[in-house]
């Protein structure tokens, strides 16, 4: 018999696990009763905050935990296994550090870093419910005549902002002030850096200070305790403004394979509970073979099934965060290395993208035909079983498999660059005869 030689990533996951795993093991406890009762999951935020797990993916030298992407997937599918709403409130940290992780400015690196060393979550308010054209945004960040900047505009699925300090705001910027800003960044040597660019920015506000109202108004059947609500800013302070990611980058990956974890973590809780409800259970149907669940080979083969639909599921995830680190490695190497990574960053974006069509299918077929190997029992509120087809049928929702499909697809055919349109609105085209 071969024993597997653990990987350095394998360590580190193992490490992380058991520093988290009596707050994980508190969290789980009380998933049920706050799904139940529709409780927002403040507890459990504070102590993933006082434990440092938003720090997680800081590198050891900037004070953070140092976990690789493919380890901090897996401690997010074990997370949303646990609680998928908490989960995703992690998700929104996590993909904050990678925004602050890509900014030219080392003085704004340090600086954020130290915010979040410190503690401090950040939410995500990028998309919003207005009118606004497609890419495009009602938000706007301006200068007072005293210099602080200043933003307005309201946002909607403003998942984690609730619960943060902070909020990263998709918004315009008025014309004097990009201006500045393009003047600013070609003194620091990025020369690639246009007025187009520079009118665009990522806001940093916070939470908690007036003319800022955030509501919990999520009225979506799923993730129901993530505070995916409405943010008002009126004339509110913003404290400094990021720069957006390049299409091509490493955040666009990071924001969709984060998705796929949660729903992963999903898969298998439904996965788990439906297992021990099969295992568990005496009462037959009239039309099985009289045998008792635990015995029935029908059902154990849907079972299988499932498991092995679940074990690819985490597999797809796994592999895109390995693709990442290998990107990381090379990044590390020094700018002769930037040619290969930006070839790793492609193979990275393509397995993410291949991984989008087919996750949500067998996360949600998991979800679904779990109660196959059960009664009707098995539909009482009491489990709140269906509570996991409705969060995977939610996030599923986010960024339809539909589109990631025809984006491989015109790749491999055409081999046209899969680069999603960053940016949701209303369209003005209208079919004409």
Request: hydrophobic content about 40%; aromatic content about 6%.
């Amino acid at each position: 018999m071969t024993t597997r030689i653990a990987s350095p990533a394998d360590h580190d996951y193992r490490r992380l696990r058991e520093q988290y795993r009596d707050i994980f093991d508190d969290i789980a406890r009380g998933e049920l009763a706050r799904e139940t009762g529709r409780h927002l999951p403040f507890s459990p935020m504070e102590s993933l905050r006082s434990r440092g797990f938003g720090a997680l993916t800081v590198d050891t030298e900037d004070g953070g935990a140092g976990a690789g992407h493919e380890t901090a997937l897996r401690l997010l599918i074990d997370l949303a296994e646990l609680d998928a709403n908490t989960a995703h409130l992690a998700r929104s940290q996590l993909i904050f550090v990678e925004h602050v992780r890509m900014q030219a400015s080392a003085e704004l690196r340090r600086k954020w870093f130290r915010h979040i060393i410190d503690g401090e979550w950040c939410g995500s308010a990028l998309s919003e419910k207005t009118s606004a054209g497609l890419g495009d945004t009602s938000t706007k960040v301006w200068e007072d005549d005293a210099g602080s900047l200043l933003i307005t505009g309201e946002k909607y699925y403003t998942t984690g902002t609730i619960f943060s300090t902070w909020t990263l705001v998709n918004a315009l910027v008025d014309k004097p002030l990009a201006s500045r800003r393009v003047r600013r960044q070609r003194r620091r040597g990025d020369t690639g850096v246009t007025s187009a660019s520079a009118a665009r920015a990522l806001a940093l506000v916070r939470v908690r200070q007036p003319r800022v109202q955030v509501k919990d108004d999520w009225d979506g059947f799923g993730q129901r305790l993530t505070g995916t609500g409405t943010l008002e800013m009126k004339g509110a302070g913003v404290e400094d403004l990021l720069d957006p990611p390049p299409p091509n980058g490493l955040v666009p990956i990071h924001h969709e394979i984060t998705l796929l974890a949660l729903m992963a973590g999903i898969g298998r809780a439904a996965l788990k509970e439906g297992i021990e409800l099969t295992r568990n259970r005496s009462r037959v149907f009239n039309t099985g073979g009289g045998v008792r669940a635990r015995e029935d080979d029908q059902l154990l083969g849907i079972i299988g099934e499932l498991s092995a639909q679940q074990h690819t599921v985490e597999e797809l995830v796994r592999a895109v965060g390995r693709d990442l680190d290998l990107a990381a490695d090379a990044e590390a190497a020094g700018e002769e290395a930037a040619t290969q990574r930006a070839e790793l960053l492609r193979e990275a974006g393509l397995a993410a993208q291949r991984a989008h069509v087919v996750i949500p299918r067998l996360v949600l077929d998991i979800c679904t035909r779990i109660f196959d190997t059960l009664g009707a029992s098995a539909t009482s509120n009491e489990l709140q079983l269906d509570r996991h087809w409705r969060n995977a049928r939610t996030l599923a929702s986010h960024d339809p498999a539909a589109f990631m499909a025809r984006m491989i697809g015109d790749w491999e055919v055409n081999r046209v660059e899969p680069v999603p349109f960053l940016g949701v609105g209303e369209t003005d085209d209208e079919e004409t005869d």
